[in-house]
């Protein structure tokens, strides 16, 4: 189904994040701080170290089965 196919390529990606030594982590609906004071999911996965040191989220969806 979508959803197992949406967190098979989330783990793909944040596989090979971690393996070129981002540091990266899932992001979870109830994680806070990532949108000041909300709970909202803005992304599937957290990058703390992309180039020139910013932060970066990825948002993965699955349109078609």
Do not use: C
Not at 5 to 28: E, M, N, P, Q, W
Not at 57 to 65: G, N, R
Request: aromatic share 6%.
């Amino acid at each position: 189904d979508r959803i197992s196919k949406h967190d098979h390529v989330r783990d793909i990606f944040l596989h090979y994040l971690r393996t070129g030594a981002l540091s990266s982590r899932k992001v979870i609906r109830s994680a806070k701080g990532l949108i000041t004071n909300k709970k909202d999911k803005p992304a599937d996965i957290f990058v703390t170290n992309w180039s020139g040191g910013r932060k970066m989220a990825l948002d993965v969806t699955i349109v078609a089965e």
